[in-house]
């Protein structure tokens, strides 16, 4: 029935497209795309990057999709005033 059917498999691919700042592809790609890879070993998931800073990120495991877009949300955020971050100086 068609109401079975609207519930997708849990195998399924998910894909979810971010759009982040041209001039955060870098950090997101890393040097020698390291970052990037790095980000796909950790979670599994297929990422694609484009030159206008379109991101699509695939994968079959919500978790993974969820960890990865969580992780390219951070690496490439804009800082906002007033608002707190978590981090480490380094010098």
């Given at each position: 029935?068609?109401?079975?059917?609207?519930?997708?498999?849990?195998?399924?691919?998910?894909?979810?497209?971010?759009?982040?700042?041209?001039?955060?592809?870098?950090?997101?790609?890393?040097?020698?795309?390291?970052?990037?890879?790095?980000?796909?070993?950790?979670?599994g998931v297929?990422?694609?990057?484009?030159?206008?800073?379109?991101?699509?990120?695939?994968?079959?495991?919500?978790?993974?999709?969820?960890?990865?877009?969580?992780?390219?949300?951070?690496?490439?955020?804009?800082p906002e005033?007033?608002?707190?971050?978590?981090?480490?100086?380094?010098?």
């Amino acid at each position: 029935s068609a109401k079975r059917r609207r519930k997708k498999s849990e195998f399924a691919p998910r894909i979810h497209t971010l759009q982040i700042p041209v001039d955060k592809i870098r950090d997101l790609i890393g040097p020698g795309g390291k970052t990037i890879r790095g980000i796909v070993e950790a979670t599994g998931v297929k990422i694609d990057v484009d030159d206008t800073g379109k991101v699509n990120v695939a994968s079959s495991d919500a978790d993974g999709l969820r960890r990865a877009i969580e992780t390219i949300s951070n690496l490439t955020a804009v800082p906002e005033v007033g608002k707190t971050y978590l981090g480490k100086v380094v010098r």
